[in-house]
């Protein structure tokens, strides 16, 4: 049973171009969160997010980010016209259910640079 | 809003010793769940520990406790025994029943030989 899945691993892009990531929730999870861990700090919740639905984007940045988990495929947090500030660790994790205790499981992150 | 702190940056333990990380947190419900992460090099987060608010009995797996102090509202970590495999960055995380996690700035270990 594959953990949750992230890709790249390890992503580059200039100011000003846009980044996609990449999120596969373990098999049989409907729940992904998604995670942001700056340099040399704790991770920060962005969204919360159903098969088609947002739960919750309350630490999503207002502008240049946004995060979509369809019927079918991957969940994808897209930033658009990326700045120096946005190079972190991102981290995404999936649960089977919303309950509030069920664990999420995280996968191994995504590195972005902004050169 | 709630927050969780870690005083500790950074921790050292010689091997086979005894640690503990401290942790406390800030919230206004009654009902949430804490957890310790491990974070190694390869930056793979992973659960140590997990502790439900309505259990008076502190978790224990294997070398790893925690002393959970709800009036307090402090959730500390211990390792006993401690390993070289063990050295890593450890976060303190606190999840309510909205499912969010919100994490601790980290404490790294260091563990000497």
Redesign the interface.
Known sequence: NAGVMQNPRHLVRRRGQEARLRCSPMKGHS?V?W?RQLPE?????MV?LQKENI??E??MPKERFSAEFPKEGPSILRIQQVVRGDSA?Y?C?S?SS?S?????F?G??T?LTVL | AQTVTQSQPEMSVQEAETVTLSCTYDTSESDYYLFWYKQPPSRQMILVIRQEAYKQQNATENRFSVNFQKAAKSFSLKISDSQLGDAAMYFCAYKPLVNKLVFGAGTILRVKS
Not at chain 1, 41 to 45: D, M, T, V, W
Not at chain 1, 100 to 104: D, G, H, L, V
């Open positions: 729940h969160y995670y700090e704790g991770l920060k919740f919360y739960i919750d309350s630490g660790a981290f994790a649960s919303g509030s205790y069920n664990e999420q995280f191994p992150g590195r």
